[in-house]
């Protein structure tokens, strides 16, 4: 049996000024970051830059094939080295005004479409 996947897409906004650090630390994912990532049943993710009227913007997309999406972000947000990534990627991100009025860092998108 083929399990469901639901698609999650987010925006944030990015400091011109720390692009290149941001690009840095993804180029080498800290391995840790990546299993827990894996182990939390999210699949196909990529995160994507775009300038827009000389801001700059980063989407983020991927696949949730678990049962449980509460509980598997729980155990990424708990999780000790995704922590420390965190410390690293959040100062260089700019939330917009729904995300920071949550105290959060990404705001959640609507789809609109979808095919395969």
């Not at 994507?48 to 999406?69: H, M, R, T």
């Not at 598997?72 to 990534?85: C, G, L, V, Y």
């Amino acid at each position: 049996m083929q399990k469901k996947v639901k698609r999650y897409a987010s925006i944030t906004g990015i400091k011109k000024e720390k692009i290149a650090y941001y690009k840095e630390l993804h180029a080498a994912t800290w391995p840790g970051v990546l299993d827990r990532i894996q182990k939390s049943n999210i699949h196909n993710y990529s995160i994507y830059l775009k300038e827009i009227n000389g801001n700059y913007f980063l989407f983020s997309y991927f696949e949730y094939v678990g049962d449980d999406y509460d509980a598997d972000m729980k155990k990424i947000a708990d999780d000790a080295e995704t922590q420390s990534w965190w410390k690293e990627t959040d100062p260089t991100q700019i939330p917009l005004p729904d995300a920071a009025a949550k105290g959060e860092i990404w705001s959640t998108m609507e789809e609109v479409f979808h095919t395969d």
